[in-house]
């Protein structure tokens, strides 16, 4: 393990926190795909004043609910119903300045305690890392929510290759790593909860979103073979797919441009998707499509036949 360097320990001592040992991460996508920031990786949390070691609030007896990619959008909100229910958090994500805009905005509003875990969820050893660091204070887990995941207006064809690896690695390896390497904790504390992050995508081929609606059916798919396989363990597993959600000004923009009145219609804010989520995830609930219109439409998908459904996205998709 390599130690964050001293000026990254300075950077965080100005938000009352402290920096421990992580693994450096590897920053493979280009800076126009994401944030300008560098990618850290190991964690970040509170420290005692007289001890070297991490210490998980013992005074708050709270079950802890662990988002992947519970910074922003989607993740973000869901972590804000969890924290109205107040459950204790870890969030993990890439960058670290959102993260601790994330906890501190939470715990002001909430007095829950947040965890942060800066990873990128995408390399192989970052499921096992955040295990072991949960396993180690054993944590007394009781949700874990795969939301980590990127996409965009195209993909297979228009990206290079390294980029849609990318992709499938953090849409769908990091849910199946992070879920495998969290399941005797999760079990530890059942009844728990597992919530995926799939997208209406999932439910046909889309041309233009080739490898993104790939992904987001292998999410799905997993999430229902999963929910069976642990039903005799007290666990639970839902998967979250919605339509339009709108969380950059690009997806405002695309939804529009493609999908008109209707798109801007069916689409649902991130906080309200984030409340329906949780909800249902907390009552067993299998397929989560938030929105009545999203719902209607996503039914129709699912029984039209494939070809006619790929052949309407592909139209939809040359749109300008």
């Not at 320990?9 to 994401?34: E, P, R, W, Y």
């Not at 955040?130 to 949700?143: G, T, Y």
């Not at 998967?239 to 997806?251: A, D, N, Q, R």
Request: glycine letters at 6%.
């Amino acid at each position: 393990m390599k130690k964050l360097s001293l000026q990254l320990v300075a950077f965080f001592s100005l938000f009352n926190a402290n920096a421990q040992s992580g693994t450096l991460t590897k920053n493979i996508l280009l800076d126009a795909m994401f944030d300008s920031n560098i990618p850290l990786a190991g964690y970040v949390s509170e420290l005692s004043n007289n001890s070297n070691e991490l210490k998980i609030d013992s005074s708050n007896s709270a079950p802890y609910a662990l988002v992947a990619g519970g910074s922003k959008g989607i993740g973000y909100a869901i972590a804000e119903a969890l924290a109205k229910r107040k459950y204790n958090l870890i969030l993990i994500a890439r960058h670290a300045d959102s993260l601790i805009a994330a906890k501190n905005k939470l715990e002001s509003a909430y007095q829950v305690h947040v965890e942060i875990l800066v990873h990128d969820l995408a390399l192989e050893e970052s499921a096992v890392e955040i295990a072991q660091w949960c396993i180690e204070r054993d944590i007394p887990l009781k949700l874990l929510f795969n939301v980590a995941g990127f996409g965009g207006t195209q993909d297979y064809l228009s990206l290079p290759l390294d980029t849609l690896r990318y992709m499938v690695r953090l849409n769908v390896e990091s849910a199946i790593t992070l879920t495998y390497a969290l399941l005797p904790l999760l079990e530890k504390n059942a009844p728990s909860y597992i919530l995926n992050v799939a997208s209406m995508a999932g439910f046909a081929p889309i041309p233009v979103k080739n490898i993104y609606s790939a992904t987001k059916s292998a999410v799905i798919f997993f999430s229902y073979s999963l929910r069976y396989q642990l039903r005799d363990r007290g666990i639970s597993v839902s998967c979250l797919s919605p339509g339009p959600v709108f969380t950059k000004p690009e997806i405002v923009k695309d939804t529009k441009d493609k999908l008109g009145w209707f798109g801007m219609k069916m689409a649902v804010p991130p906080k309200r998707v984030g409340e329906i989520a949780v909800r249902k995830t907390l009552k067993k609930r299998m397929m989560i499509v938030p929105g009545t219109l999203a719902t209607i439409t996503a039914f129709i998908i699912r029984i039209l036949p494939r070809r006619v459904i790929v052949s309407i996205y592909d139209k939809v998709g040359k749109k300008q």
